[in-house]
């Protein structure tokens, strides 16, 4: 007898993934949705299907019950090279928004009472993140909105349609922002991957005393939230009577500079920096933890060095990996 049931939409990501394993963990059967599986790691998922959720008769197939609990992962997403350049932004909104459409659509009509909604902290406005040592990431200052890429701009526009669907049709929806989430198994290369992944990659394949590049001047900052602390996070906020938005983030700020230095010590390696042109977001970024600290008694605490020692050794051996493969071919 199924006791507990999950869907996870986007389970073949990097978060999804990982979400659906700690699912499994907490004995939930689970589904898993998504165009792919995950190219990093079996999935544990009782069921994984794969289609393309911006099909409205792929999100009726998937969405076949009620579930218990609802992940809604799935986005056309990426790391700055993606995003931030100019040239995927209409399939960035018709992707993303679609699929936002057709979920809460067919959980409505399945009786679905509570999703989660991933939303991200691109939606806060490009003129509270022009101080790279100041930025203002406070959930109240979304608005008056001004995000600096359409994803942002989708996100927010995804939130309001959560919020709108919770009122007018008795959905619990939960919705947090991510903060930069990062971790082994998920994009390391190939122009989807983010800064930490992208950082661990160059720095694992120069040799000591070797050169990176890195975007801009490295002065912008970010914080980095370590996967583990996100589904913590996550399932807190999911099974809280809080429907958020709320920041899911950590508050340890770097910036990228600060980022290569931490992981050239992890590696062991004496390495420089050679800046150049590239697509760089905001100038800062952190989270801000008071509300999430004061309606979930919880924020992320771990260090930003324990996750990328996890992140580097793992994609240190996926570089190894790689390299024995080519040698066999």
Not at 16 to 41: Q, S
Not at 93 to 106: E, G, K, Q, W, Y
Not at 129 to 155: F, H, I, M, T, V
Not at 197 to 214: F, L, Q, S, T, W
Request: neutral net charge.
């Amino acid at each position: 007898m199924i006791g507990r049931t999950a869907l996870v939409l986007g389970g073949g990501g990097f978060i999804g993934g990982h979400l659906t394993k700690r699912l499994k963990r907490e004995g939930f059967w689970v589904r898993a949705v998504d165009l792919k599986f995950n190219p990093f790691a079996e999935t544990p998922a009782d069921d994984f299907l794969i289609g393309d959720l911006r099909d409205p008769y792929m999100c009726r197939h998937c969405v076949d019950r009620r579930f218990d609990e609802v992940y809604q992962l799935a986005a056309d997403m990426g790391g700055a090279g993606y995003l931030f350049t100019g040239e995927h932004d209409a399939e960035v909104l018709h992707n993303s928004a679609t699929i936002n459409l057709n979920v809460l659509d067919v959980c409505h009509k399945r009786n679905v009472k509570r999703i989660f909604y991933s939303s991200s902290a691109c939606i806060y406005p490009e003129r509270n993140q022009l101080d790279p040592d100041n930025p203002n990431c406070a959930e109240e200052s979304a608005y008056p909105a001004a995000p600096d890429s359409e994803y942002g701009w989708e996100k927010l526009f995804s939130e309001r349609l959560y919020l709108a669907y919770a009122r007018n049709f008795a959905i619990e929806a939960r919705i947090a922002r991510f903060h930069n989430v990062f971790g082994p198994e998920g994009a390391w290369r190939g122009g989807r991957e983010k800064a930490p992944a992208a950082v661990c990659r160059k720095v694992a394949e120069a040799p000591d005393g070797g050169e990176i590049e890195i975007w801009g001047d490295g002065a912008q900052t970010r914080s980095f939230l370590y996967v583990d602390e996100c589904l913590e996070g996550v399932t807190r906020l999911m099974r809280s009577d809080f429907a958020g938005p709320v920041n899911i983030g950590s508050q340890e700020m770097v910036s990228i500079n600060q980022l290569a230095a931490l992981v050239a010590n992890i590696a062991g390696k004496r390495i420089s920096i050679r800046h150049i042109k590239g697509p760089l977001g905001v100038r800062g970024r952190n989270s801000d933890n008071r509300l999430v600290r004061s309606r979930l008694g919880w924020a992320p605490e771990r260090p930003l060095r324990e996750g990328l020692e996890k992140t580097y050794a793992w994609i240190e051996a996926q570089l190894a990996s790689s390299s024995a493969n080519a040698g066999r071919d």
